[in-house]
């Protein structure tokens, strides 16, 4: 079992800057990749992007973004404090949603671990 606790979220501006974390405990050694997907009321969850969390290159994981993001959300991981970041940069009213960390063991499964979500709310 893998634990995820989100943090981070909060109300901003349109144009400001946020990062979100996510703390993973567990048996964090077996997960294949980590990310995060977003939840507005009325809206069906989407996937914002992910990072691979072991095999290649230890020092960098390979990264995939939605294309609403791209450019502007950066995903990083440090496994030392098994630890998941989302900075979220040029932030729009469209951002608003609840964020969540995720974590899947196999790559050809869908994400079976989830945190309890985080508010992001961006204003104009």
């Known amino acids: 079992q893998v634990q995820l606790v989100e943090s981070g979220g909060g109300l901003v501006q349109a144009g400001d800057s946020l990062r979100l974390s996510c703390a993973a405990s567990?048996?964090?050694?077996?997960?294949?990749?980590m990310g995060w997907f977003r939840q507005n009321p009325g809206k069906e969850r989407e996937f914002v992007g992910a990072?691979?969390?072991?095999?290649?290159?230890?020092?960098?994981?390979?990264?995939n973004y939605a294309d609403f993001v791209k450019g502007r959300f950066t995903i990083s991981r440090d496994n030392a404090k098994n630890a998941l970041y989302l900075q979220m940069n040029n932030l729009k009213p469209e951002d608003t949603a609840v964020y969540y960390c995720?974590?899947?063991?196999?790559?050809?499964?869908?994400?079976?671990?989830w945190g309890q979500g985080t508010q992001v709310t961006v204003s104009s």
């Open positions: 995720v974590a899947r063991t196999n790559p050809a499964s869908r994400y079976d671990y």
């Open positions: 567990g048996r964090t050694s077996n997960i294949y990749d």
């Open positions: 990072i691979t969390w072991r095999g290649g290159t230890w020092s960098g994981g390979r990264t």
